[in-house]
């Protein structure tokens, strides 16, 4: 059994920073990847980040380039997403999922665990 637990949302003004983390426990030693996406109201969840478990190599999405940061400590089974220079446009529930096999970072379907979100509002 996997658990990932996020913690971190919460409201901000444009302009403003935060930062989210997600703690995973179970399976953990065969991780290849951990991410974070986000879903606004009436929109698909989308690709933000994401990390390598291993190497720690990190990919992001274009709307994000430059104001976040995804990092991990591997000790602490824990990853982070450093937000920064935040628009109205980032409000959404962030979730971060885990996944044991390669493929397009941006597949919701590659991933096979995932928390219960947390919300990011960003007031303008």
């Known amino acids: 059994q996997v658990h990932l637990v996020e913690s971190g949302g919460g409201l901000v003004q444009a302009g403003g920073s935060l930062k989210v983390s997600c703690e995973v426990s179970g399976r953990t030693s065969s991780i290849d990847t951990m991410s974070w996406f986000r879903q606004a109201p009436g929109k698909e969840r989308e690709f933000v980040a994401a990390i390598t478990w291993s190497l720690g190599i990190t990919h992001y999405a274009d709307s994000v380039k430059g104001r976040f940061t995804i990092s991990r400590i591997y000790a602490k089974n824990t990853i982070y997403l450093q937000m920064n220079s935040l628009k109205p446009e980032d409000t959404a529930i962030y979730y971060c999922?885990?996944?044991?096999?390669?493929?397009?970072?941006?597949?919701?379907?590659?991933?096979?665990?995932w928390g219960q979100g947390t919300q990011v509002t960003v007031s303008s």
């Open positions: 999922a885990t996944r044991y096999s390669r493929g397009p970072f941006v597949l919701v379907d590659t991933y096979a665990y």
